[in-house]
């Protein structure tokens, strides 16, 4: 087993989970079994993330461009999210996480939309994890949403022109209340960031694997724990 120095753990992971498509593939299933495997393996990593513990963890569950699969692809991921908020509450007030979902959740059918508020609602006092799910999620939305909320309150006369600084921009995005992510992991060999977190990866170390969503083990993400934990993070300076 590999052994985590508990003094130097990310404060923040980010997973983009790819290659569900693919694994499916290799088997000659349909996409729908990769997702439905994917499903399983988010389950077992963010149970491991909640007993290292890592205090957050975000998870890129569904991008903004993801509408544009086929409508049945679509449909089948929503019925696994609408299954996975039903089944995980309670195991997620178990457990102590605080769940929360970055995007727009308002593009989502309004069942959907209940079970998120429902989830948040009643996790929102859970102190061991925060569990984020970027759902209809794009990085370069989110800052347009920023700059639209920073030139209302400009516009209101809440806030001048002078103020808007990195800090203060950061407090209009869905991830105000967070850490930057430290590390983020990409499965699959794709080597890119796909327009996740874009503001809040200034500074976070990437991790790339090849190993496929649905076969990455807990023993993949104690790997990549390990490795981050051996890089030398500068932050710019020397
Ligand atoms: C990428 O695989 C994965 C997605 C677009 C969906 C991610 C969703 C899950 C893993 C399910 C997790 C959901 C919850 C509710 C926790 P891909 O289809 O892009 O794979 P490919 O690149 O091989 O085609």
Redesign the pocket.
């Given at each position: 087993m590999l052994d985590l120095d508990p003094e130097k753990l990310p404060q923040h992971v980010a997973i983009i989970?790819?290659?569900?498509?693919?694994?499916a593939?290799r088997r000659g299933l349909p996409?729908f079994y990769?997702?439905r495997e994917?499903?399983k393996?988010?389950?077992r990593i963010i149970t491991k993330a909640c007993e290292i513990p890592i205090p957050v963890l975000t998870?890129?569950?569904?991008?903004r461009e993801?509408w544009n699969r086929p409508a049945r692809e679509v449909a089948a991921?929503m019925d696994?999210?609408r299954a996975?908020?039903r089944e995980e509450l309670p195991v997620m007030l178990e457990k102590g996480i605080r769940f929360r979902v970055i995007g727009e959740r308002e593009r989502f059918p309004e069942d959907i939309q209940a079970l998120i508020r429902d989830c948040e609602e009643k996790t929102a006092s859970g102190t061991r994890m925060t569990l984020v799910?970027a759902l209809s999620y794009g990085g370069r939305a989110e800052i347009a949403r920023a700059a639209r909320l920073i030139s209302q309150a400009v516009k209101a006369g809440d806030l001048e022109p002078e103020e808007v600084t990195p800090e203060v921009f950061r407090n209009y995005l869905y991830t105000a209340d967070l850490p930057d992510p430290d590390l983020l992991i990409r499965t699959?060999g794709?080597q890119r960031i796909s327009n996740f977190l874009l503001y809040q990866c200034a500074y976070t170390e990437f991790y790339f694997t090849p190993v496929?969503?649905p076969d990455f083990s807990e023993e993949e993400f104690l790997k990549a724990l390990k490795e981050y934990q051996g890089r030398e993070r500068r932050f710019g300076r020397v």
């Open positions: 989970m790819d290659g569900n498509g693919r694994w593939k996409r990769g997702h994917g499903v393996t988010a389950k998870l890129y569950a569904f991008s993801n991921l696994l999210l996975y908020l799910l699959s794709e496929l969503w």
